[in-house]
């Protein structure tokens, strides 16, 4: 699927749908580590917010970015809660990252990656080591760092979420609803970290196919 | 896992909809809802007024959305089950209420809704609209008092929705509308206690396990931890233990006078709440803290939740005279204290 | 057997004393207590004022005890757990709210409330004091009705207070108070639907056992038996079956105007009843009746029971004005309808 | 115990006071019985009411009808429900069928039954078949109507209240709480009719000891 140079508008979008229907496959996972450390409603939120980005994956509007957008938008629009506003943010930052670009390129790819995190960590308040979705983001953004192409970048990016997500377990969540938890939230990864690694893993796949 | 929660309801997927088409219905013309959105607004906002708009996650009912209505909210924005509203609807229901003097924001200070209030803010001031934002920060459970920022929003949001709502009632600027919001919301302090959970229906799983003998002191109202899971103790112990916790913390000394309100998290029984009261109102004579006005009730709730929680607001003359005038909403009303 | 339930109580035997204390606490200076009893009465009674004396078992709150107040309640007896009160303690609470004018008594249609309450009642008449008795039946699923004398009083008691309430602190004559009573009592109906058990907490036990998936439509407010026990249906199927027996016992018809009360049992979610709202709502919409107002909250509680029910009263302009005045008590406060 | 010509006011006390423990040792089988077709208070409520008479009964004002009167006069101020009413009812009535005697004779007691009786049918509204504790006490004052002397006039009424219950078993109830029922209140028996058929007893145990 051009996975070694670069995706099209079209493939971008059949990504994200691809991407939406692992999150969605994910739902009882999701709203079960929220259930520990949370109040057990991100799955369910995510399920919404990824469900309306299939919709408007149906006809996106032209463009990778186009197709970024529309998802960004509806899981902004949908899933509400801290995942609506920070997966919500992503994609929109991705928007930004491959605005008038013809193809998903490494170097888009990371750039979105870098995009995604300053966005985040900026609308959440959030830094890396607080327990948070962005402390995968930001695994993954490093890991991509050194990728030689697009195909590489992404791989690295789904495994350095997945080592975000090990790594979420070591920490004392301070946002968030985990945050009371304090030490007991040690041991339990994070939600939103999950989701992230779900997400890219979904685009690994994708371009792996 | 205990099994999935038992409630009357239709499809759970739409249970927030329906709620709020049935809570526009109750509040007798009263209210209407943004079509399409899930929001609900008064139908009658005089020009000039400064708005208040309040708003959160459902669940919790009847707050936030239970809580529009005359001398509380102009509008409420709700999300679904748990879950912070999305920055649109928030942003049309204060393009709804706004009347050209501002709009104050007053909700609870969750991460979720802190960034979905703050994206809306934002389009809304892009616009040449002002607004300001209150965030309640009550529970003296969540976070010790150097990390106020991190302290969550809980029944405190009730005395808070009352005061700037007659607030916004009465006052004509922003400024002295978030002014007074803003010295109720630094002298209000809450703390609760968990006995069973509630369980969202979408999942229909308690959002916690505690043992037959068990509760847990401080839990937040989605759940969170609190700071201490202990066996079931008699209500003056509990009671002792809420209020050792609160009365220190701003502190609330002698010659205070104070609003109290014990709030239903769901599924306790008003007897219970009424014992406890007896008990803290013996520590704060002791103490010589003046009540000036109690509420006991069901405002903000987590489902089918058993606990309660105790919010004590210090208040001077003119927090008085906002809290003490009458309100009226499905979830609220209040003839006034004369 | 299920296991206890757990509540948050000093010891369970003296639990109905500390809540009266509680709530004495609670009413801000507007009750007292009568010394050595379990009875409240309010403060300050006009003179020349034709009393309302309301009450019975204890186990419901806030009904009774919680609606004395400001055009409410004068006085309220209270029993112990789900026992009428005694003798006793009904004529001494009515001895302090009589102030020459006679006294209404309002309670629930129960054989050990109208015993003990007639026992009270014949005291007083020997003594020369005019005593009325009004009693509450509006469950219809409690007998059909050509035994109208065998139904229960259940959360029709909360508008009947309200009305006769209103009606006793404007009307002057015992007479009067009686006759706008009476035409309440006899245009309200009532039916609910019970999710889960409530208990006692001397004894701990759920009063009846209802298995995961079931409900007992028709159900009474101390677990006495329904008119169908069934599997656990979707909200607008149980509305409909509760307005299927409402609607035609009066019967309700197109034309009329109505009171509308959803009444919490205890532990449900207002969510719940929200969407429960709705679907009457439609269904009264569609047989031409209107509602003119609309009450949802927690009156008549059957201690930690799940459920609801719903009432519907028909109104003229006489019960309309009374219903419409403000009230104001712990458990009941309302700005009132303009 | 002077048992087959009468009891005398002392006695008359001692036996209420047997009476009391016999219904407070009986708490939770009342409460059960309730617990099927009632509101489950029924055991704790005469509990509350003859540990009060029990108080009364320490130092019992002067004569049978006094200690029947503060017997009565206990229960139906701390009982509550239908039962206060009614029990308090029954001991009322025995004060008054006692009343100017120095002994409970054999016509005496006989007396007190269908006098406890009337009242308890004109306070309750009730006659027999209802499924009450009047079936047990119509029973019982039957049953004793024949008897020779005190002690098989208390026997008689004893055993006629457990027949009373034992009829309740197939009544449906038409009055109190377990009226709802319908045909549901069928083979259980009534709670009411369980304390009295206590009461009695007690008192035969009495007279026997
Ligand atoms: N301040 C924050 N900044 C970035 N991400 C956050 C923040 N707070 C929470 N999150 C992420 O959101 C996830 C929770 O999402 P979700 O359960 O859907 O929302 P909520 O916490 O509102 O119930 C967390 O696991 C975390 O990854
Ligand atoms: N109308 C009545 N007349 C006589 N006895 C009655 C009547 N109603 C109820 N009872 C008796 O009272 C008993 C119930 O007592 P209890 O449970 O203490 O009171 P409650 O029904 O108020 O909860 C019933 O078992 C029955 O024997
Ligand atoms: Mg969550
Ligand atoms: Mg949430
Ligand atoms: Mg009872
Ligand atoms: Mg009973």
Request: glycine fraction near 12%; aromatic fraction near 4%; charge should be negative.
């Amino acid at each position: 699927m051009l996975a070694t140079t670069g995706l099209d508008a079209a493939a971008a979008a059949a990504m994200l749908r691809a991407v939406a229907h692992a999150v969605i496959a994910n739902t009882d996972r999701l709203t079960d580590a929220d259930l520990a450390i949370g109040d057990g409603d991100h799955g369910i939120g995510m399920r919404r917010g990824f469900e309306a980005a299939l919709v408007a994956l149906d006809a996106p509007p032209p463009g990778i970015d186009g197709a970024f957008r529309a998802t960004g938008m509806a899981i902004m629009a949908n899933t509400g809660g801290a995942a609506g506003a920070v997966f919500g943010t992503v994609f929109t930052a991705g928007a930004k990252a491959f605005a008038g670009e013809a193809e998903i390129s490494a170097a888009s790819f990371r750039r979105f990656l870098d995009d995604a995190q300053a966005a985040v960590a900026r609308r959440g308040g959030v830094t890396e080591g607080q327990k948070t979705m962005l402390d995968a983001l930001a695994h993954a953004a490093r890991a991509a760092a050194g990728a030689p192409d697009l195909a590489a970048a992404i791989r690295a990016a789904a495994n350095g979420a997945l080592e975000g997500v090990e790594a979420t377990k070591g920490m004392v969540a301070t946002t968030g609803k985990a945050r009371s938890l304090g030490e007991r939230s040690l041991g339990h990864p994070d939600p939103g970290a999950i989701s992230l690694s779900i997400i890219l893993g979904a685009m690994r796949d994708f371009v792996a196919a | 896992m205990a099994k999935a929660a038992k409630k009357i309801l239709n499809d759970p997927r739409r249970a927030v909809s329906q709620m709020i088409d049935g809570l526009v219905l109750a509040s007798d013309g009263r209210t209407r809802r943004l079509d399409g959105l899930d929001a609900i607004v008064k139908t009658e906002i005089p020009d000039d007024k400064v708005a208040l708009l309040i708003g959160g996650g459902s669940g919790h009912e009847p707050i936030f959305h239970g809580l529009v209505g005359d001398n509380l909210g102009d509008g409420a924005a709700c999300g679904q089950f748990f879950a912070a509203p999305a920055p649109h609807i928030i942003y049309e229901t204060a393009k709804a209420v706004h009347r050209g003097k501002g709009i104050l924001f007053l909700y609870g200070n969750y991460a979720g809704d802190n960034m979905n209030f703050d994206i809306a803010a934002e389009m809304l001031t892009d616009e040449g609209i002002d607004v300001r934002t209150v965030r309640v920060r009550d529970d003296v459970a969540a976070a010790p008092p150097e990390r106020m920022e991190d302290r969550r929003g809980i029944a405190g949001d009730v005395l808070m929705i009352k005061i700037a709502g007659a607030a916004a009632a009465t006052l004509d600027s922003l400024d002295e509308v978030e002014r007074v919001a803003r010295k109720a919301a630094a002298n209000v302090r809450s703390m609760g206690v968990a006995v069973s959970a509630g369980s969202i229906p979408e999942t229909g799983k308690p959002t916690f396990e505690l043992a037959d003998d068990e509760i847990e002191v401080g839990m937040g109202a989605h759940g969170e931890a609190g700071i201490a899971r202990q066996k079931l103790a008699p209500a003056d112990e509990v009671a002792d233990q809420l209020m050792s916790r609160i009365l220190p913390d701003l502190p609330f000394s002698a010659g205070d006078e104070v609003a109290l309100l014990l709030n239903n998290l769901g599924a306790t029984t008003m007897m219970e709440m009424l014992v406890v009261n007896r008990r803290i109102r013996a520590t704060l004579a002791e103490r010589g803290i003046a009540v000036h006005r109690t509420d006991v009730g069901t405002w903000l709730t987590v489902q089918e939740m058993a606990g309660f929680s105790v919010t004590l607001m210090r208040l001077d003359d003119e927090l008085k005279r906002y809290l003490d005038m009458p309100c009226r909403s499905v979830g609220f009303s209040h003839w006034g204290t004369r």
